[in-house]
Structure formats: C-alpha cells, structure tokens
C-alpha cells in the first residue's frame, strides 16, 4: 500500500498552470484505508495520551497523534535527570514511563475515543518480548478509539530497547507475529542505529507490516564537567530535535527506496520546510516531536504551512510530492553521503 509517487512527477509544470484544490483540502491523503485530514502528526511521547493537550492545541483538526508507549505492565521510568536541553535540541531518557496496558485502556483510550473524531490515534506499543508486544496488541484490539499501532522496536534508553529494531531475525519473528494477531495497521518505528535501515524496512514488509516511522531517537550522552558525571541519570539517552533533521531525511530516503510501505517521516520538525523535506524523500505523513515543547502550536503552523505551499504551487494533491525528489544525474553523486 503506497501513495509514494514516481521520482520527479513532482508539480512539474504546476504553478500557475492547474487548478488546485485549497491547500487544506490538497493535504488530504487515504493511507492505512482511511482519510487522514492532514500529514501532520504528533510523536510518540511528545503528546502524552493526548488529554495533556487539550485546550491548547486542536488536536482533533491534525492528522492525529502516536501515544507515549503502551507496555504490558506499568513503568516507572528512568531516574532523573530525564531530559535536557543540547545545542540544537535535546536528549531524553524517560525509560518508557508508562500507566500499562490496563489503565491505559481504562483511563486513557476512552478519553482519545471521545474526544477525537477525526484525528487518527495510533497505539505506541513495546515489550521485552514478542510475548510482551503481542499481548499488548491482543488486549487492545477489541477496542475502540484507535487506528492502528506503531511497534516501538527502537527505544535506545531502556536496556534491550533496540534490540528488536538492530536484529533482523528478532524483528521479523516480531512483525509475523503481530501480523498474525491482528487486521488494523502495524507501523514499524525504525532504529536508525543500523548499518543499513533498507535492509530493515523491506523485512519489515516481507513480514506484512504496512507502514514504517523513520526515526527514533539517535544514542547520546551529555556530561556535566564540574561535577565529572553524566547529565542524565541514565547515563545516555536519545537525542531528538533540529540537529537530527539531516539523518532524520536521509534515512527515510533510504527507507523509502528500499520498500514500497507508506512512511511516517520524524526527526527535527519544526516547519512546513522541513516537513517537504521527509515528505519529498518518501514520507506520506510527518511527526512533530520535541518542537511541541519549545512551541505547543508548531505542528499546526506545519499544517498551515504545506496548506500554503501546495497553493502557492498550485499542487493539487500532497500525494505528488511524495518520493518526488529528483537527484542529480549519476554518476556525479553516489546514495553515500560524502566524507
Ligand atoms: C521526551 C521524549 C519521549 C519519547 N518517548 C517515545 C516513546 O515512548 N516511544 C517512541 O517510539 N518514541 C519516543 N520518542 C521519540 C519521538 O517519538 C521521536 O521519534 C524523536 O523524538 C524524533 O523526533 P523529534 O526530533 O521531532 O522529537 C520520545 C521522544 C522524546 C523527546
């Protein structure tokens, strides 16, 4: 399933010479068999269960949002420090803080189930174990209030936590599991600590996945010089923000060209521009993470944004510039990036 269009159909003679839909309305697209009103998501453990929103932003009028990660039993987390700030952005180490499988269905879910009509939820899940995930996805499925899931296999702040997303074998058993377990989407959340993320993107879809989230968190680690310890309690944590754009586009290209699944572009958001740039690469949708924190009202202004781009090149569907990057002629420049 793929709405990713040929290299270089991009609004090839579009401005000016088509009619376009308005821009909103052009931001349209049906992936995972529903409409998604707009690309613009938030990610998984910026957004909370998405109650922590409300009021502030309108949650319902974006394309929706990937819960924090759902786990079989709750989890405390991490000691702290948790988080911090660093250049371009910051470095977490929540450790998968969550309510468990069971308040999450009782206390959470009703609330995205009420009060979202139109956004799409997806369930963020992870486990220790294929057992774990696969209980997990049992217990939900049944329930209401959700789309689809997206299969955390890439936490680098938990011991084991990329242990799914860095072992092919260990995440194609994952994925033909959950496959067999349930029909609503499976979205699988990319390491990008990986030699090769093509080679985990295509498992992903020999194995029946139908969708891909590019990317966590890269792994980091802060030092506080006067007190000769590390910043975070964890030690390391993940880093995500503006300084993880370029790996963050790079790597869903190279997602993109290894698979036909629809992607979820994520790393480093903060504009319109930035969203074309996964967009242009392979992605259909984006995620806005760590930009909520610093402004609450980025993911919207995202929205506004590629609304405005498509008008203003008179591009009728988003849709035409997925995959619509064009690369200059081999073999002046190979797919690797430069020494
Ligand atoms: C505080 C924090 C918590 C996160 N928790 C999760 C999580 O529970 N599950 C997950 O898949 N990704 C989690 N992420 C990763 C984000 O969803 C996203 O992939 C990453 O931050 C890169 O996007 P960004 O640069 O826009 O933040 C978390 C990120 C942050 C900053």
Not at 104 to 120: C, M, Q, V, Y
Not at 126 to 144: P, W
Not at 167 to 188: H, K, N
């Amino acid at each position: 399933m793929s709405d990713r269009g040929a290299p270089g159909e991009a609004g090839r003679g579009a401005a000016g010479s088509r009619r376009s839909r308005s821009g909103a309305d052009a931001l349209r697209q049906t992936l995972f068999g529903v409409e998604f009103q707009s690309p613009v998501l938030l990610a998984s453990g910026t957004c909370g269960y998405g109650r922590e929103y409300d009021g502030l932003i309108p949650l319902d009028e974006l394309g929706g949002l990937v819960t924090k990660a759902v786990s079989v039993e709750p989890r405390a987390g991490n000691p702290p420090h948790r988080i911090a700030e660093t250049p371009a952005g910051m470095i977490n180490a929540i450790g998968l803080h969550n309510v468990g499988l069971d308040r999450f269905i009782s206390e959470k879910l009703p609330w995205l189930r009420d009060h979202l009509g139109r956004a799409r939820v997806f369930v963020n899940v992870v486990g220790r174990t294929v057992d774990d995930y696969a209980e997990v996805v049992c217990r939900l499925d049944g329930e209401e209030g959700f789309l689809g899931y997206e299969i955390n296999v890439s936490c680098p702040n938990v011991k084991g936590g990329t242990m799914f997303g860095t072992d092919e074998a260990a995440l194609a058993e994952l994925v033909g599991r959950l496959r067999g377990v349930t029909d609503r989407p499976i979205v699988v959340k990319l390491t990008p600590n990986v030699p090769d993320i093509g080679v985990f993107a295509r498992l992903c879809e020999e194995e029946g996945a139908d969708g891909l989230s590019t990317i966590n968190t890269f792994p980091g680690m802060l030092i506080d010089v006067d007190r000769r310890r590390p910043v975070i309690g964890n030690v390391s944590g993940g880093v995500s923000g503006p300084a993880i754009l370029p790996m963050g586009v790079y790597l869903t290209w190279r997602a993109a060209r290894a698979s036909s699944l629809p992607i979820m572009g994520i790393g480093g958001i903060r504009t319109a521009r930035d969203a074309l740039q996964y967009i242009l690469a392979g992605a259909s949708l984006v995620q806005v993470g760590t930009a909520l924190f610093v402004d609450p009202a980025s993911a919207e202004g995202v929205h506004r944004g590629l609304a405005d781009y498509l008008e203003r090149h008179a591009i009728p569907e988003l849709s035409e510039l997925v995959g619509a990057l064009e690369l200059p002629a081999p073999p002046a420049h190979g797919e690797e990036a430069a020494g």
